[in-house]
């Protein structure tokens, strides 16, 4: 009983608004239904029951993470390039596979630094995928590792070397694919969001990755992301340039663009107060003589639903298009990315909890988390079931120096290796046992049927009110 009070509680957590808490209320009775027909904890014991062949894989990804893949991590901490630019580091790791028996296509979905890595044994399904990163965030003082995605190839070679190894040794039918997504950090693109809709990921049956985490935790099932839903937009104004002691002669695009920050804060009372409108200017002119004549701002817009974004958006847009009307300016609106939520399943998320726990795992959060997708653009973890394993890895908060530091220690390396070990586990799980699969997809198709009725159900609740055409 404890168990299903634990995990409706965090279900209950992406409904961040009371308008979301009240049209979900039907969707989450017809959830909470779901959930008891899968019977999550008896599906765990069934799963974790003692298994040699399971156990055998994951040893040797612990091996692999011991003897090897741990310095590869620390090499690419040492050496962070940011997204886009992961040159290096696509290189260590993509000559790890290739050693490993894995066929490599570079470049794929027209991002320089992405690939697809094949083991070559590979037959078909279950098609087993391994998200993995490698991008550096950007700092002051340079590039560095301060979300560990440093560690996160690593963990998934380990995983996919030793399944690939077991599927050899068994002829077990199936396939395993290492997906190199760069640029998690960045924007634009949304890197997986682009893959994504180029295939790269067509035919996956489950994909898993892992992440750097303060705690050893797993989501709660449903539908949800991290850090809200997100429209990445960039405003660029364009004006004309003159003398700037005769700026009538002139389009001053710098007013303009200050003029979209001020429209902003005039209408923030008007919306919605979960939202968040959170933006820099980027090019503001380039010289105090003469009037600026292009001039951008890059904002990220967030709101708890996709659904509401939309009218903050609107918001904004008309924001942006009064100040180049204000200022006899003109406005280009990019809305360069979109990141939503994505489904998250307890068939998935359980097991991946308890075999953390079984292989070391660390600081426990026996409480499940906001249901959230396994990846940042809701791209893939909408349309694929999937997992992100959170061992505990650092005693430091997110996007830190001292997150970077936790990567070369004790902390890190136990949690990396945990991770490595749990992910070759479930993904063991999901290659061997038909009626495992068959519950996974029954609940991921579940729950994204309801998510549908979810997003229907805002549509009707969010109105707008009727402004009148003034006399």
């Given at each position: 009983?404890?168990?299903?009070?634990?995990?409706?509680?965090?279900?209950?957590l992406?409904?961040?608004?009371?308008?979301?808490r009240?049209?979900?209320?039907?969707?989450?009775r017809?959830?909470g239904?779901?959930?008891?027909?899968?019977?999550?904890?008896?599906?765990?014991?069934?799963?974790?029951?003692?298994?040699?062949?399971?156990?055998?894989?994951?040893?040797?990804?612990?091996?692999?993470?011991?003897?090897e893949?741990?310095?590869?991590?620390?090499?690419?901490t040492?050496?962070p390039?940011?997204?886009?630019?992961?040159?290096?580091?696509?290189?260590?790791?993509?000559?790890?596979l290739?050693g490993?028996?894995?066929?490599i296509?570079?470049?794929?979905?027209?991002?320089?630094?992405?690939?697809?890595?094949?083991?070559?044994?590979?037959?078909?399904?279950?098609?087993?995928?391994?998200?993995?990163?490698?991008?550096a965030?950007?700092?002051?003082?340079?590039?560095?590792?301060?979300?560990?995605?440093?560690?996160?190839?690593?963990?998934?070679?380990?995983?996919?070397?030793?399944?690939?190894?077991?599927?050899?040794?068994?002829?077990?039918?199936?396939?395993?694919?290492?997906?190199?997504?760069?640029?998690?950090?960045?924007?634009?693109?949304?890197?997986?969001?682009?893959?994504?809709?180029?295939g790269?990921?067509?035919?996956?049956?489950?994909?898993?990755?892992?992440?750097?985490?303060?705690?050893?935790?797993?989501?709660?099932?449903?539908?949800?992301?991290?850090c809200?839903?997100?429209?990445?937009?960039?405003?660029?104004?364009?004006?004309?340039?003159?003398?700037?002691?005769?700026?009538?002669n002139?389009r001053?695009?710098?007013?303009?663009v200050?003029?979209?920050?001020?429209?902003?804060?005039?209408?923030?009372?008007?919306?919605?107060?979960?939202?968040?409108?959170?933006?820099?200017?980027?090019?503001?002119?380039?010289?105090?003589?003469?009037?600026?004549?292009?001039?951008?701002?890059?904002?990220?817009?967030?709101?708890?639903?996709?659904?509401?974004?939309?009218?903050?958006?609107?918001?904004?847009?008309?924001?942006?298009?009064?100040?180049?009307?204000?200022?006899?300016?003109?406005?280009?609106?990019?809305?360069?990315?979109?990141?939503?939520?994505?489904?998250?399943?307890?068939?998935?998320?359980?097991?991946?909890?308890?075999?953390?726990?079984?292989?070391?795992?660390?600081?426990?959060?026996?409480?499940?988390g906001?249901?959230?997708?396994?990846?940042?653009?809701?791209?893939?973890?909408?349309?694929?079931?999937?997992?992100?394993?959170?061992?505990?890895?650092?005693?430091?908060?997110?996007?830190?120096?001292?997150m970077?530091?936790?990567?070369?220690?004790?902390?890190?390396?136990?949690?990396?290796?945990?991770?490595?070990?749990?992910?070759?586990?479930?993904?063991?799980?999901?290659?061997?046992?038909?009626?495992?699969?068959?519950?996974?997809?029954?609940?991921?198709?579940?729950?994204?049927?309801?998510?549908?009725?979810?997003?229907?159900?805002?549509?009707?609740?969010?109105?707008?009110?009727?402004?009148?055409?003034?006399?």
């Amino acid at each position: 009983m404890m168990f299903w009070h634990l995990l409706l509680a965090a279900t209950i957590l992406v409904q961040e608004t009371p308008t979301e808490r009240e049209a979900a209320h039907d969707v989450l009775r017809k959830m909470g239904e779901l959930e008891k027909s899968l019977d999550a904890p008896s599906l765990v014991t069934r799963l974790t029951a003692p298994n040699p062949g399971r156990e055998q894989a994951a040893a040797r990804a612990r091996e692999l993470m011991e003897k090897e893949l741990l310095g590869l991590g620390d090499d690419i901490t040492k050496h962070p390039e940011i997204g886009f630019q992961e040159t290096r580091s696509v290189e260590k790791l993509t000559a790890y596979l290739k050693g490993h028996g894995f066929e490599i296509t570079p470049g794929v979905a027209d991002l320089k630094t992405a690939f697809v890595a094949r083991y070559k044994g590979s037959h078909d399904h279950p098609a087993l995928g391994v998200i993995v990163e490698y991008d550096a965030l950007r700092g002051t003082k340079g590039a560095f590792h301060g979300d560990q995605h440093s560690a996160q190839g690593p963990v998934g070679i380990a995983a996919a070397v030793a399944i690939a190894e077991t599927m050899e040794r068994t002829h077990a039918p199936g396939s395993i694919t290492v997906f190199g997504t760069p640029g998690e950090e960045m924007m634009p693109p949304a890197a997986k969001t682009q893959m994504f809709e180029a295939g790269v990921f067509k035919g996956i049956d489950v994909m898993v990755r892992s992440h750097s985490s303060p705690a050893t935790q797993r989501p709660g099932f449903g539908f949800g992301t991290c850090c809200l839903n997100i429209d990445g937009v960039k405003y660029t104004f364009s004006g004309a340039p003159s003398h700037q002691m005769m700026p009538w002669n002139g389009r001053n695009a710098l007013e303009a663009v200050i003029h979209l920050f001020v429209n902003i804060d005039a209408v923030r009372a008007s919306i919605r107060p979960e939202a968040r409108i959170q933006g820099i200017i980027t090019e503001g002119g380039a010289a105090p003589n003469v009037v600026p004549d292009r001039t951008a701002a890059d904002f990220y817009i967030r709101y708890p639903d996709e659904i509401y974004l939309e009218q903050v958006r609107e918001f904004t847009d008309n924001a942006a298009r009064a100040a180049a009307l204000a200022t006899g300016t003109k406005v280009k609106i990019d809305n360069y990315a979109r990141l939503r939520d994505g489904v998250s399943a307890a068939s998935l998320s359980e097991p991946a909890f308890a075999y953390m726990k079984r292989y070391g795992g660390t600081k426990i959060d026996e409480t499940p988390g906001k249901p959230q997708g396994y990846e940042e653009t809701g791209s893939v973890s909408s349309a694929i079931p999937g997992i992100g394993f959170s061992a505990a890895t650092t005693n430091a908060p997110y996007h830190t120096y001292e997150m970077e530091t936790d990567a070369l220690v004790e902390v890190g390396h136990q949690g990396f290796v945990v991770d490595a070990q749990a992910m070759t586990a479930l993904l063991y799980d999901f290659l061997t046992r038909a009626d495992y699969r068959a519950a996974v997809l029954k609940e991921f198709d579940g729950i994204r049927v309801l998510f549908d009725e979810y997003r229907e159900s805002l549509r009707k609740v969010y109105g707008k009110p009727n402004v009148p055409e003034p006399k």
